[in-house]
């Protein structure tokens, strides 16, 4: 495997988890983040706990498939470690992190890792999809830490696309990273610097972005809050996180 010369969030975000999936531009990016806000890594991890929670929450309404877009490292609390036994597909655009995925998950049974842009789903490797999912059943898409890097109008068109893709009865859980982050500037510009600006959004500007699929009555709420009723409003809201379906 050929080392990458630069960082990759996703990598970033498996060594904030405790992860050792990543390389020395993964880890220096980390270093300078938290040099800025010594917090990120708890708050990523709350990020992974919502995923979790509301992986399960579309568990119980019977569905027992998932397509991951923007993946990272599927490690550390991921969709097929919070439902034991699902078909999950993961998905990137990283050929670095696609190759450690496949790694990760070999010889896990009916878990896969795949390339696939999440703003053009007819870029899925249809050999894997047609492997670990089962296209006429609902399933739920899980689309986090990818709409930050997306502009309005890219979000609104992927999500429209991925509701006339799925079957009816599916669930698309997603993350909409909040406002708070502008108070921190520096870390604003070194993604920038990096060739990943931020697209950054409150409640109001998210909810219509999400087109048809209808939302759940938890609504948009922070992540630290979502169905977890024993957590405390954040005072500053990094991450908003919603589940929706398409009837």
Request: hydrophobic content about 40%; proline content about 8%.
């Amino acid at each position: 495997m050929a080392i990458p010369q630069t960082p990759n969030t996703g990598r970033i975000l498996d060594y904030w988890l405790g992860g050792d999936h990543r390389f020395p531009p993964d880890q220096g990016a980390a270093a300078a983040f938290d040099a800025i806000y010594p917090e990120f890594p708890r708050l990523f991890g709350t990020l992974r706990q919502f995923i979790g929670r509301a992986a399960r929450a579309v568990a119980d309404q019977g569905i027992d498939q998932f397509l991951v877009l923007g993946a990272g490292i599927p490690t550390k609390g991921n969709v097929h470690e919070a439902v034991p036994g699902a078909r999950v597909l993961y998905t990137d655009i990283d050929a670095t992190n696609i190759e450690l995925g496949r790694s990760i998950l070999a010889g896990l049974p009916q878990v896969e890792y795949a390339y696939c842009d999440a703003s053009d789903l007819d870029t899925l490797d249809r050999d894997a999809a047609d492997r670990v999912l089962r296209p006429a059943e609902p399933l739920g898409v899980v689309m986090v830490g990818v709409s930050v890097f997306l502009d309005d109008a890219t979000v609104r068109a992927t999500l429209a696309r991925i509701y006339d893709r799925v079957p009816s009865g599916s669930f698309l859980v997603a993350d909409f990273d909040g406002e708070a982050l502008n108070s921190y500037p520096d870390v604003v510009k070194i993604l920038d610097q990096a060739g990943e600006p931020l697209y950054l959004r409150g409640p109001d500007r998210i909810a219509p972005l999400l087109g048809r699929w209808r939302l759940t009555d938890d609504g948009i709420r922070p992540v630290d809050t979502w169905r977890d009723d024993t957590a405390a409003h954040p005072e500053k809201v990094f991450m908003y996180g919603c589940l929706a379906t398409k009837p």
